[in-house]
């Protein structure tokens, strides 16, 4: 799972700017300290300016909706921001931030035909939607690369 930084786009209407540190700037929302844990809670907390870190919460689509509110700008996983037109990818995948998918169930369930037979088909589902997910689906944008 990819992420990478991203703005309202009505802020951003010509893309990222081309002086990154000006980001640094604005004020950011970020991942609660619940989830401290992990690495683009730690980038924030290291690189964002506390008097900048003007939101934090607990849910990953809850982070997308603060940013679409306009209430700053922040790490996303691309699959829920890419698919969100109000929002612009700031920045170049975060690798460091990246995570793998997994589908688990059960060992009870696990020899079970019908839960093998909808495995397999999630899996398919998807593996359609791999470029989402990865964080390769969107247009250039300018200063961005693939």
């Known amino acids: 799972i990819a992420w990478a930084l991203y703005g309202l786009a009505s802020d ?3 893309g990222p700017p081309e002086d990154r540190d000006s980001l640094f700037r604005r004020p950011w929302v970020s991942l609660g300290d619940s ?7 730690k ?4 690189h964002v300016a ?12 809850g ?4 940013i679409e509110s306009g209430l700053g700008i922040g790490h996303v996983p691309c699959f829920i921001a890419d698919r969100r037109p109000g929002l612009v990818r700031l920045s170049e995948l975060m690798s460091d931030f990246s995570g793998h998918l997994w589908l688990l169930t059960h ?3 696990r020899g079970s035909a019908r839960v093998r037979v909808f495995l397999d088909f999630l899996a398919s589902e998807i593996a359609k939607e791999r470029d989402l997910i990865e964080g390769r689906n969107i247009l250039s944008l300018p200063g961005l690369s693939r």
């Open 12 to 14: 951003f209407p010509n």
């Open 107 to 109: 060992p009870d369930l």
């Open 50 to 61: 506390p008097e900048n870190l003007v939101y934090r919460i607990d849910s990953v689509l």
């Open 43 to 46: 980038y924030a907390h290291e």
């Open 35 to 41: 989830l401290g844990h992990l690495k683009v809670v």
């Open 63 to 66: 982070l997308a909706e603060a």
